[in-house]
């Protein structure tokens, strides 16, 4: 006899079949992501070749553009169609040799940055004498002091009353003389913010007219707050150096100049100026299948500051998203969703690569399922928020599920959170509603001692860190590639400023510069 069973009846045993099928697919994809990112890292090999090979990526610089083209070939050798798209012009610029020596009162060699975009020395050495920006009146006073700076040096910044940084002076000093350094460091700094402006300019337009009096060139040494390290942003000047130098080194003139004694220092720095240069996005793409038409991102700035190599900003958010790539071509090499990275420029100067990414390609910003960026230093990802998306929770959540604990146990999540306004690459996407979320990682010290520093440099990554950011990347750009459903972008509420008792705002957009350093 012959069992007759109405279709129905199968129906939930191929279901419960073909969810079990679509889990144990899932699973092995992602066991293969963690098994090729723990066994087969390209990290250090992608360091060295970025940082030490190729190093600071300054916007509008050679070694930019070398990045960018040496990305581009990266990618082809792994098999992901990879491209250099231009956004815009820069100035062009390359630093050359520097050489600063006091050779009066004693010789001893000084530590010094010339900032990026300095005007260099041609083939001259200039030795003069060294003279701080002295306390007058006011600006008449400053007028009839200009002539005196004629050929010499000027150094203008606070000189600081200690180079050791505050946990140093916690762990050991006696309250009462903290709170006495604490206290004379507060007064110098308003002190020498008086000071400058009563010469009736800026920090900023300063040296252009110092530069115009006669000077040698300008001194300056931004301090960082941390053992030996300095900020090095960029120069005002248009026809002299200016050069950061060392506290150490800055504080020995100071005091020289100080006691009466009139140090003299000789300097010699080169720099190349290149006229208008292209500035470039590095984009890669893995196709996507059944939904081509939507995308999965990976995020990260790509130029640097020069003062050292750029390795945690944003070398190592560089080497996550690439790394990220190369894993997922190998063991997901047709993904539902297009696979998109960005690697912009000029984030530094103000987000521009990613900015011009965003008003140039609206049907991917359109279509986006959603965008991760790591942009703060070499430490594991601790923080996911959600930008002020009311159901980021729903798909965040359900895309963090799968990652190894090891991993995901370490990361706290705020949602809806608060959109970004600015800071990073993501924000360029939060400001017109896409769905761009930030992998903030741990400190490892940055803000002190590798941000924008002379010592953001390859010894400061810590591959075991970068290793798992680019596992948990892979895995979450997987799961958002895989999701049946589309994500939502509704806003939350963002409730007020506890500042100000105002209405929080959702960032605008802002523009591109697409020409910089030009005008």
């Given amino acids: 006899m012959k069992l007759k069973l109405n279709s129905l009846t199968f129906l939930p045993a191929v279901a419960l079949l073909l969810s079990s099928s679509f889990a144990h697919a899932q699973n092995s994809v992602i066991d293969q992501i963690v098994k090729e990112g723990n066994e087969n890292s390209q990290l250090e090999t992608l360091a060295r070749e970025l940082m030490d090979g190729i190093g600071p990526r300054l916007v509008g610089t050679p070694q930019m553009l070398k990045a960018n083209e040496w990305a581009v070939a990266k990618y082809k050798k792994w098999g992901v169609s990879a491209r250099n798209e231009k956004w815009g012009e820069w100035r062009g610029w390359e630093r050359g040799i520097s050489h600063i020596d006091m050779v009066y009162p004693r010789v001893k060699s000084l530590e010094g940055t010339q900032l990026a975009w300095s005007p260099g020395m041609g083939d001259k050495t200039v030795t003069a004498e060294v003279i701080a920006l002295p306390d007058l009146a006011d600006s008449a006073a400053y007028q009839a002091w200009l002539p005196s700076i004629k050929g010499k040096f000027i150094m203008i910044s606070m000189p600081q009353p200690t180079g050791r940084p505050d946990y140093n002076w916690k762990e050991f000093a006696m309250k009462e003389s903290f709170d006495k350094m604490q206290a004379d460091r507060t007064a110098k700094t308003t002190a020498w913010a008086n000071r400058i402006k009563k010469t009736g300019f800026t920090s900023r337009t300063l040296p252009v007219i110092l530069e115009n009096a006669g000077a040698a060139g300008i001194i300056t040494s931004n301090w960082s ?70 995308y999965v991102m990976l995020s990260a700035h790509f130029d640097s500051w020069d003062g050292g190599t750029g390795a945690t900003d944003n070398g190592t958010g560089t080497l996550t998203m690439m790394e990220a790539m190369r894993i997922l071509k190998k063991v997901y090499p047709k993904p539902k969703r297009t696979i998109l990275v960005g690697h912009w420029g000029s984030e530094e100067q103000g987000l521009n690569g990613s900015r011009a990414f965003v008003e140039d390609h609206p049907e991917i910003v359109k279509n986006l399922q959603a965008l991760f960026n790591q942009d703060n230093g070499t430490g594991r990802v601790v923080n996911i928020g959600g930008q002020g998306y009311a159901k980021a929770a729903d798909y965040i959540t359900r895309w963090l599920k799968p990652v190894p604990s090891y991993i995901r146990d370490s990361i706290k999540t705020s949602f809806p959170g608060v959109p970004g306004a600015g800071g990073s690459d993501f924000a360029s996407f939060v400001a017109v509603g896409a769905p761009g979320f930030s992998l903030s990682s741990l400190g490892w010290s940055y803000g002190n001692y590798t941000w924008h520093t002379n010592r953001d440099t390859y010894d400061k990554i810590v591959f075991d860190d970068v290793r798992r950011n680019a596992i948990l990347t892979a895995i979450l750009i997987y799961m958002a590639s895989e999701d049946a459903e589309r994500t939502s972008t509704e806003r939350a509420p963002l409730g007020t400023n506890p500042r100000t008792g105002q209405p929080l705002k959702w960032p605008e957009q802002v523009k591109a510069t697409r020409r910089g350093g030009l005008d």
């Avoid at 200016?242 to 009139?262: C, N, P, W």
């Avoid at 300097?267 to 890669?284: C, D, I, Q, R």
Wanted: no cysteine.
């Fill in 225 to 294: 707050a941390g053992f030996g390290v300095d900020k090095i942003f960029s120069a005002y000047t248009k026809k002299v150096p200016t050069v950061d130098v060392a506290l150490e080194d800055y504080s020995l003139l100071y005091r020289l100049t100080e006691s009466g004694i009139k140090p003299k220092i000789s300097m010699h720095t080169e720099s190349k100026e290149l006229g208008v240069v292209p500035t470039y996005n590095t984009l890669a793409e893995i196709k996507g299948g059944a939904k081509a038409n939507e």
